[in-house]
């Protein structure tokens, strides 16, 4: 009973947090209110705080459960079960692979060389690759600006919708540069395009590496609100030369840091069942 209520614990938090974590892509549920909280009265958001608050309140239910029908002593004593640290060592190793594997798999893509295939959206051009050079109007009246907070520091993203001259009011947009505050485009064009809202359209020609579904959530939530049609998914021109490796950096950081706890957890948990027979 002890093993099995120690269980159904675990596997609550591990659903609790893949369901913030999915909320998150998905901007949606608790993580959708938190952030738009933060965004109409600060402008921006913190990433790391909307998560937490966000996991907190869906775990409140069970803690409070937990501390009302008294399990809280249950469960202190199934936290010594045989098994724990054999389970927290494999978990923690199956996470360590998981980030090498991402780790040599992004530094590996970061080394290879690539041509940056021309892609001019008046002829209607498909893109073949993901470096490009890409040639549109910048739609500057659709311009959205996104903060968010990371580890004290904000920073601002701006969305230009980029069309075909024969784009039209109603019809979907496909692809968005995404460029980083302060910087001004001139109609020529730079190495840093951000654009005032009040600039009029004009042509530009930029560099960058496509992402596909790109564009985050807050972003698409405010062209739904304002009833301007997105293709699904939309394609953003991210100008970061890491743009196409960043997530798999990012995996091999995250689960690094998973099996890292893990095997720490696994190294208690021996050390405590090895004080319990000693006692």
Not at 161 to 188: C, E, S
Request: aromatic share 10%.
């Amino acid at each position: 009973m002890k093993s099995g209520l120690k269980w159904v614990i675990w596997l609550y938090f591990a659903a609790a947090c893949a369901y913030i974590f999915y909320e998150w892509y998905s901007y949606s549920g608790l993580f959708r209110l938190a952030a738009e909280w933060q965004l109409e009265h600060f402008g921006s958001y913190g990433l790391k705080l909307t998560l937490i608050v966000s996991l907190l309140v869906l775990l409140s239910p069970a803690a409070v459960l937990i501390s009302l029908t008294g399990m809280q002593d249950q469960l202190r004593s199934a936290g010594s079960g045989a098994g724990s640290p054999a389970i927290f060592a494999l978990l923690g190793v199956v996470a360590l692979a998981v980030a090498v594997g991402a780790g040599w798999y992004g530094y590996a893509k970061s080394t290879e060389t690539f041509e940056v295939e021309s892609l001019d959206l008046s002829k209607g051009d498909t893109p073949r690759s993901t470096h490009v050079t890409i040639t549109g109007i910048a739609r500057t009246e659709y311009v959205v600006e996104f903060g968010s907070k990371s580890a004290g520091t904000t920073t601002l993203d701006r969305y230009t919708p980029l069309t075909p001259p024969t784009w039209r009011p109603g019809q979907p947009l496909v692809y968005f540069m995404k460029a980083n505050m302060p910087a001004d485009i001139p109609p020529g064009g730079s190495s840093m395009p951000t654009l005032p809202q009040r600039t009029p359209a004009f042509q530009i020609t930029q560099s960058g590496v496509l992402v596909r579904d790109g564009l985050p959530g807050a972003v698409r939530e405010h062209y739904r609100k304002n009833n301007i049609a997105i293709a699904s998914p939309p394609i953003v021109l991210d100008l970061s030369s890491d743009a196409e490796v960043r997530p798999f950096f990012v995996i091999a950081g995250v689960s690094g840091a998973v099996g890292f706890l893990m095997l720490i957890a696994a190294g208690a948990a021996t050390l405590r069942q090895r004080r319990l027979s000693q006692g």
